[in-house]
């Protein structure tokens, strides 16, 4: 580098600045990707989470008032019913 002429010793500085802008660009294009990826991710997480969470609560709903019929005396026919 030190051996090139002022106008060469330009360019060479030029370039390795626009590969370094480069470099930076794609790394924050990167990381915008990543993190929006993450993001849906957990969003799609904590829907589906919640989703179980309510067809499981309905489930133990069920039971409780099958078991509640059942200590009330009620038929096995009323309570699958």
């Known amino acids: ?12 500085e030029w370039h390795i600045e626009e590969m370094r802008y480069q470099i930076s660009m ?12 993450r993001n849906e991710g957990l969003n799609e997480g ?3 989470g919640k989703a179980e969470g ?8 069920k039971r409780q008032f099958a078991r509640m019929m059942k200590e009330n005396g009620e038929p096995l026919e009323k309570i699958v019913a």
Not at 2 to 12: D, F, G, P, V
Not at 26 to 37: P, V
Request: net charge neutral.
């Open 1 to 12: 580098v030190m051996n090139l002429s002022e106008k060469e010793r330009i360019a060479y």
């Open 46 to 48: 904590l829907a589906k």
């Open 54 to 61: 309510k067809a499981e609560g309905k489930a133990e709903g």
């Open 26 to 37: 794609d790394r924050s294009r990167f990381l915008d990707g990543l993190f929006e990826g």
